[in-house]
């Protein structure tokens, strides 16, 4: 999938979300599985990355448990073309000692785990390992939320893996919804705060922790738009972080994501080529308040 802006979902980015399976350790060679959903990213130059939750792949996040990851497998389906008549080719790789990245904060449930570097440590055990991925170019920036081109209202859709019944199907499917709190803002509920995330009226089951959220935002027009009608464009918004649970409930009709911008800052801090820079603060105390109450996180 090219660096291009899209104006619509299609199969190719439906089949962006891959079916993820972590395997952990302790010292006393416990094993234990994990699943999630997620998705890769590529770079200017061409270097993939995937993208998921941090609890996803830290068994230890916001908790001690002395869990190390042994090995990450990504199953998904790959869709040559969006109008192509031939089937989906299925698509399965065990990564071994995987080493993801993390922000500093335990408050960003987010990690990225590069896939080129180095890739002795892949092994494709269905199909070639080619899988469907976003361009970076479709990342929103702090100034999409900044200025109400993600707003509230706004209309998510998220690719992903629900496991229901305890089941995971082999194909993702496409969940809609609206963005129902502030994006210029951390969402809150409550006496709670969700730093650099934004809440969601949407369904999510457990399992879609790590799918891509994707936002449809007003388009620069051109000649050719306006007369083919064509006034959006669809842009990566964020990270499924998860349904708010309540008592005795596994989904909720209130979703969390983590907004792409925090997403573009771990992505550097991973060596990602293109990267556009996550905000720019106009002074240095300005930096210290960022992510804490304003508008950028």
């Given at each position: 999938m090219g660096p291009c802006s899209m104006a619509k979902i299609d199969a190719?980015?439906?089949?962006?979300?891959?079916?993820?399976?972590?395997?952990f350790f302790d010292r006393s060679n416990n094993k234990l599985a994990g699943t999630g959903s997620g998705f890769i990213i590529t770079d200017t130059a061409e270097?993939?990355?995937l993208v998921t939750n941090r609890h996803?792949?830290?068994?230890?996040?916001?908790?001690f448990g002395g869990w190390e990851l042994e090995s990450v497998k990504v199953d998904g389906q790959y869709q040559s073309a969006a109008m192509d008549i031939l089937s989906t080719v299925p698509q399965q790789v065990t990564i071994t000692d995987p080493a993801p990245r993390f922000l500093d904060s335990d408050k960003v449930d987010l990690a990225v785990l590069p896939l080129d570097a180095p890739l002795g440590h892949a092994q494709a055990l269905v199909g070639e390992g080619t899988f469907n991925s976003l361009p970076a170019s479709m990342l929103a920036s702090a100034a999409d939320f900044a200025f109400g081109r993600v707003a509230v209202g706004g209309t998510v859709l998220t690719p992903g893996y629900p496991g229901i019944g305890g089941e995971v199907a082999e194909r993702p499917i496409l969940v809609g919804g609206v963005i129902s709190s502030d994006p210029r803002y951390p969402a809150a509920l409550g006496i709670d705060t969700y730093p650099s995330q934004v809440l969601t009226h949407s369904f999510s089951w457990n399992g879609m922790s790590g799918s891509?959220?994707?936002?449809?935002?007003?388009?620069?027009?051109?000649?050719?738009?306006?007369?083919?009608?064509?006034?959006?464009?669809l842009i990566l918004?964020?990270?499924?972080?998860g349904h708010i649970k309540t008592s005795g409930e596994?989904?909720?009709?209130?979703?969390?994501?983590?907004?792409?911008?925090?997403?573009?800052?771990?992505?550097?801090?991973?060596?990602a080529q293109g990267i556009p820079m996550v905000r720019t603060p106009k002074s240095e105390s300005d930096a210290d308040k960022v992510g804490e109450d304003g508008p950028y996180r």
């Amino acid at each position: 999938m090219g660096p291009c802006s899209m104006a619509k979902i299609d199969a190719m980015v439906l089949y962006s979300a891959v079916r993820l399976v972590a395997v952990f350790f302790d010292r006393s060679n416990n094993k234990l599985a994990g699943t999630g959903s997620g998705f890769i990213i590529t770079d200017t130059a061409e270097n993939r990355y995937l993208v998921t939750n941090r609890h996803v792949l830290d068994h230890n996040f916001k908790k001690f448990g002395g869990w190390e990851l042994e090995s990450v497998k990504v199953d998904g389906q790959y869709q040559s073309a969006a109008m192509d008549i031939l089937s989906t080719v299925p698509q399965q790789v065990t990564i071994t000692d995987p080493a993801p990245r993390f922000l500093d904060s335990d408050k960003v449930d987010l990690a990225v785990l590069p896939l080129d570097a180095p890739l002795g440590h892949a092994q494709a055990l269905v199909g070639e390992g080619t899988f469907n991925s976003l361009p970076a170019s479709m990342l929103a920036s702090a100034a999409d939320f900044a200025f109400g081109r993600v707003a509230v209202g706004g209309t998510v859709l998220t690719p992903g893996y629900p496991g229901i019944g305890g089941e995971v199907a082999e194909r993702p499917i496409l969940v809609g919804g609206v963005i129902s709190s502030d994006p210029r803002y951390p969402a809150a509920l409550g006496i709670d705060t969700y730093p650099s995330q934004v809440l969601t009226h949407s369904f999510s089951w457990n399992g879609m922790s790590g799918s891509p959220v994707l936002c449809y935002v007003p388009k620069e027009l051109t000649w050719g738009d306006l007369e083919t009608g064509n006034y959006e464009e669809l842009i990566l918004a964020g990270v499924n972080a998860g349904h708010i649970k309540t008592s005795g409930e596994t989904a909720g009709v209130l979703t969390r994501f983590i907004r792409a911008d925090a997403l573009a800052e771990l992505l550097n801090v991973a060596g990602a080529q293109g990267i556009p820079m996550v905000r720019t603060p106009k002074s240095e105390s300005d930096a210290d308040k960022v992510g804490e109450d304003g508008p950028y996180r």
